[in-house]
């Protein structure tokens, strides 16, 4: 990605809780009957530092294998210790700097064109949805990938929450705002806030995925908590982190990465290993904790769910 600075991929793999657990943990909570709506008043408390994540009881949600189990899993502390969340830093070690970020309360605008505009708290979405566990490949345009597995919903889901209008032919997601927490949001060389989109018949396939958990437990914060979208079949620059607002409209947004560097970057961003990036080949990837690299694949190995999307596309710019 990256304009500005530099790149490093070396850290050693450890093992993944194993999915037992998680199940285990899961039961427990669903037999003692708590579920969103009972854990909404932990939340003040955990914004204060003073409670567990009032989500906590959800994880681990029930593996959907729909769309296989690509292996071998990365292991959480390489996925959570090797980021990019360019708003607490340009480098890949922001994890510590991202604990400032305070995920309770947290509310979602909702708005553009949709029947009617509203807000609406993270525990009070979580309420409104059916969490799963998938495991998806993930491919950054810097040539890492890594294998992890999020809980969340699709990204329908969220759409049929919002009710958008029949014309509206984009979602548009935007991370949070703070400069005072993420501290690169005063580099304004920058097109802050992060946003990113997604066609509509891109964000209603089933693949389209809107992780609020990931290993079994609410997602970390550096990876994007409360909610970060993950689109597998495109660069990981798709999957902006920590939504703050969804719209709706029907011009094709301009997300982040293209508005600084548009001959770069582009909107679709499908993966594709015969479409090099202009400073990298795209044909191989380096797997987080792996010294060898591994042939890329055609949409990052979900072309079955997803190159029917593009056959209408073709005059389009759709692989970078
Ligand atoms: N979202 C925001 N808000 N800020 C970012 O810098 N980086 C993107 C994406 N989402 C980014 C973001 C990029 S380049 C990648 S590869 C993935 O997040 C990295 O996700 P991960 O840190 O969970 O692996």
């Keep these: 990605m990256l304009i500005k600075r530099k790149q490093g991929w070396e850290l050693p793999e450890a093992a993944v809780t194993p999915e037992g657990r998680y199940l285990q943990r899961r039961e427990l909570v669903r037999a003692m009957g708590l579920g969103a709506a009972a854990l909404a008043l932990p939340g003040a408390a955990f914004a204060q530092g003073k409670a567990a994540d009032p989500s906590a009881g959800l994880y681990p949600a029930k593996r959907n294998d729909k769309y296989g189990v690509p292996t071998p899993m990365t292991a959480e502390k ?10 607490f830093g340009t480098d890949k070690s922001i994890w510590r700097d991202a604990q400032k970020l305070e995920v309770r309360p947290w509310t979602i605008k909702v708005g553009g064109m949709v029947e009617k505009p509203f807000e609406i708290g993270i525990d009070d979405l979580l309420a409104k949805v059916q969490l799963e566990e998938r495991v998806y490949r993930h491919r950054c ?12 919903f699709p990204v329908r889901s969220l759409v049929d929450v919002c009710k ?3 014309s509206a032919k984009f979602i ?13 949001q005063r580099d304004l060389l920058y ?25 079994g437990k609410p997602i970390h914060k550096q990876n994007g908590a409360p909610l970060r979208l ?7 620059f798709k999957n902006v982190k920590s939504i703050v607002s969804v719209d709706f409209t029907d011009k094709k947004p301009v997300s982040f990465w293209e508005k600084l560097q548009s001959s ?13 990036h202009p400073r990298w080949s795209q044909a191989t990837e380096k797997p ?3 010294n060898e690299r591994i042939p890329t694949l055609l949409y990052n190995g979900y072309a079955e769910f997803v190159a029917g999307l593009y056959t209408d596309r073709k005059a389009e710019k759709l692989f970078m």
């Design 230 to 236: 993950v689109a597998p079949w495109k660069y990981g």
């Design 78 to 87: 390489q996925a959570t210790t090797y980021n990019n969340f360019y708003e």
């Design 141 to 152: 345009v810097e040539t890492w990938s890594m294998i992890v597995p999020w809980s969340g």
């Design 191 to 215: 097109p802050w806030p992060y946003t990113e989109g997604l066609a509509m018949d891109e964000a209603m396939n089933d693949l389209a995925f809107i992780a609020t958990g990931l290993y």
């Design 264 to 276: 770069e970057y582009g909107f679709w961003a499908n993966v594709n290993p015969q479409v090099p």
């Design 288 to 290: 987080l904790g792996s």
């Design 164 to 166: 958008p209008l029949g």
């Design 172 to 184: 548009v997601m935007k991370t949070l705002s703070k400069p005072s927490v993420m501290p690169e």
